[in-house]
């Protein structure tokens, strides 16, 4: 069993920061991406972030966030800078790896989502 504990969401006013927590539990054999995706009211769920051996990030937040990884905690971090009312939403950790009882079936996980609320 692996599980995604997702933390460090909550309200800011607009040009404020955050920075949100992931990490995996459990029977975790390997990670090969970790990412952060988002879900806003009346919209489709998009990809913000995400780091492997590169990384990427959503024109929208391109310089304002900062995703990184700590290897050995098997946590994966996204530092939210000057945000934007337009940045509330939902966030969703997301990993792509293995479990110990199924370590060469990579599948997807998902954190249980943590609210980003952004004040004018």
């Known amino acids: 069993q692996v599980q995604l504990v997702e933390s460090g969401g909550g309200s800011v006013q607009a040009g404020g920061s955050l920075r949100l927590s992931c990490a995996a539990f459990?029977?975790?054999?390997?990670?090969?991406?970790m990412g952060w995706y988002r879900q806003a009211p009346g919209k489709q769920r998009e990809l913000v972030a995400r780091i492997s051996g590169s990384t990427y990030y959503a024109d929208s937040v391109k310089g304002r966030y900062t995703i990184s990884r700590d290897n050995a905690k098997n946590t994966v971090y996204l530092q939210m800078n000057s945000l934007k009312p337009e940045d509330t939403a939902v966030y969703y950790c997301?990993?792509?790896?293995?479990?110990?009882?199924?370590?060469?079936?990579?599948?997807?996980?998902w954190g249980q989502g943590t609210q980003v609320t952004v004040s004018s």
């Open positions: 997301n990993v792509v790896g293995t479990s110990r009882s199924s370590p060469f079936v990579p599948r997807e996980y």
């Open positions: 459990g029977s975790i054999f390997a990670i090969n991406a």
